[in-house]
């Protein structure tokens, strides 16, 4: 059985570790003695940011959007059947690196 995992023995007790273990006694408490009703029950409440507001309606209008922009493959398509696509390789590699910083 291993009794030591980064530094910590379990067959010691650290001052610092006492004072956390004691803090975690200390939370049990509260919260059993507030599921007994010794304590009055808070209510929880959420507020939105105007950010939110903004996220929903980019989603909103990215959902109506199309996935896929059917005519730009179609062109794509085409150019390359015909001959005439030009792949750049070097802009590949470059956008998959500006990919991988974000």
Request: proline share 3%.
């Given at each position: 059985?291993?009794?030591?995992?980064?530094?910590?023995?379990?067959?010691?007790?650290?001052?610092?570790?006492?004072?956390?273990?004691s803090g975690v006694r200390a939370?049990?408490?509260?919260?059993?003695?507030?599921?007994?009703?010794?304590?009055?029950?808070?209510?929880?409440?959420?507020?939105?940011?105007?950010?939110?507001?903004?996220?929903?309606?980019?989603?909103?209008?990215?959902?109506?959007?199309?996935?896929?922009?059917?005519?730009?493959?179609?062109?794509?398509?085409?150019?390359?059947?015909?001959?005439?696509y030009q792949i750049d390789p070097e802009r590949?590699?470059?956008?998959?690196?500006?990919?991988?910083?974000?």
């Amino acid at each position: 059985m291993v009794s030591d995992i980064k530094g910590y023995n379990t067959r010691e007790t650290s001052a610092s570790r006492q004072g956390q273990a004691s803090g975690v006694r200390a939370d049990r408490q509260v919260e059993s003695g507030s599921a007994s009703g010794t304590q009055p029950a808070r209510d929880d409440t959420v507020a939105l940011s105007g950010l939110s507001e903004v996220i929903k309606t980019a989603a909103a209008k990215l959902a109506a959007e199309p996935a896929v922009d059917d005519t730009r493959v179609r062109n794509i398509k085409d150019a390359l059947a015909r001959g005439e696509y030009q792949i750049d390789p070097e802009r590949i590699a470059r956008k998959l690196i500006d990919s991988d910083n974000l």
